[in-house]
């Protein structure tokens, strides 16, 4: 039997600095219920005796994908000014702006939520937090109308402002990059006495807003925060079926605390990255009826020797897995 599949926490910083505000309330049964689940996991994988992914697995995919698709990026960049929020998966340096841009990128497309992230910023002024959080829910409807699922997305960007400035007096977040309020552009700078926050306490915060769920929370720790975090979207949950790197019976959010646990640190950036681009550019891996090639169908033949029926089986439940993911859903499944 392999051993159980557990980490050490992260070092408990000193709980002196005032900047990380108020306790989050825990009135909302879905905020117990989300800490309450990452709790669960954030030693311990859901699934203590599924064996993997091994770190040689996840290097050899890592590998495989890295020279199938040389153009993404493997290594993790430096979160910019100059990005798009919604394009990039919250790779920008103020962390409020990183939150609300993945969440405009939730259940739509990479084109989409970057129109409404500029419709965003053309109405109110880019990062003026303040006026969105007092405009009128329908003029931020209007303003990202673009990105599908306004309405639903607005109200959740208005509650998350209201909740923050609530919470700590501002409408910032950049304690958690344990960087001044004002120090938005300061990168990995960190400010002398400043709290850092572990990456347990860091995606506790952001969770314990209402509409943030776990995908998104770890995409602003791994794209902005620049920590170790392995986010699982659509097409990370489907390949990792094709592998068989999660059970059957795994949903995205126990996919994601188990591969969390044991996906390398120093992978966890490019694979999540390759495993994207992967999913959205092959054809052949998205359907059992597709003759198109796949370079990870082939090297689960070759590498593990796995049979063609069952290969066609674990395509036909990703492309069904697939299919129901991407139909249009209401934010709060990402809750």
């Given at each position: 039997?392999?051993?159980r599949i557990k980490r050490p926490r992260s070092p408990t910083p000193s ?250 640190d120093g992978l966890k950036y490019g694979l999540h990255v390759l495993m ?47 299919m129901l993911e991407a139909s249009p859903v209401p934010v709060k499944a990402?809750?």
């Amino acid at each position: 039997m392999p051993p159980r599949i557990k980490r050490p926490r992260s070092p408990t910083p000193s709980l002196g600095d005032s900047t990380a505000g108020p306790a989050p309330s825990s009135s909302s049964p879905n905020k117990a219920k989300k800490l309450k689940l990452l709790a669960s996991h954030a030693v311990a994988s859901p699934f203590p005796d599924f064996p993997h992914p091994t770190p040689t697995e996840a290097a050899q995919v890592h590998a495989l994908l890295s020279s199938t698709h040389p153009d993404l990026a493997a290594r993790p960049r430096v979160p910019s000014e100059s990005n798009d929020s919604a394009r990039t998966c919250g790779s920008v340096p103020n962390v409020l702006e990183s939150l609300i841009g993945t969440i405009l990128s939730q259940n739509t497309s990479s084109r989409n939520s970057t129109a409404a992230k500029r419709g965003l910023d053309a109405a109110f002024g880019r990062n003026n937090f303040a006026a969105i959080a007092a405009a009128k829910k329908a003029d931020v409807v209007e303003a990202i109308k673009t990105g599908g699922l306004a309405n639903k997305k607005a109200g959740v960007i208005q509650k998350i402002l209201e909740e923050v400035h609530r919470r700590h007096g501002t409408y910032s977040l950049q304690h958690l990059a344990g960087v001044a309020a004002s120090d938005v552009k300061g990168k990995s700078k960190v400010e002398e006495g400043a709290q850092v926050f572990s990456n347990e306490e860091a995606m506790e915060e952001l969770v314990s807003y209402d509409g943030v769920g776990p995908k998104t929370a770890s995409c602003v720790l791994l794209f902005c925060l620049g920590r170790s975090s392995f986010p699982v979207d659509t097409h990370v949950f489907r390949l990792s079926r094709l592998l068989g790197w999660v059970p059957q019976k795994a949903d995205r959010v126990t996919a994601q605390a188990h591969l969390d646990l044991t996906i390398p640190d120093g992978l966890k950036y490019g694979l999540h990255v390759l495993m994207v681009g992967h999913g959205r550019r092959c054809k052949g891996c998205k359907g059992s009826g597709s003759k198109e090639a796949c370079v990870l169908k082939t090297w689960l033949r070759e590498k593990r020797g796995a049979k063609e029926e069952e290969l066609e089986a674990k395509i036909e439940d990703a492309e069904r897995l697939y299919m129901l993911e991407a139909s249009p859903v209401p934010v709060k499944a990402e809750e």
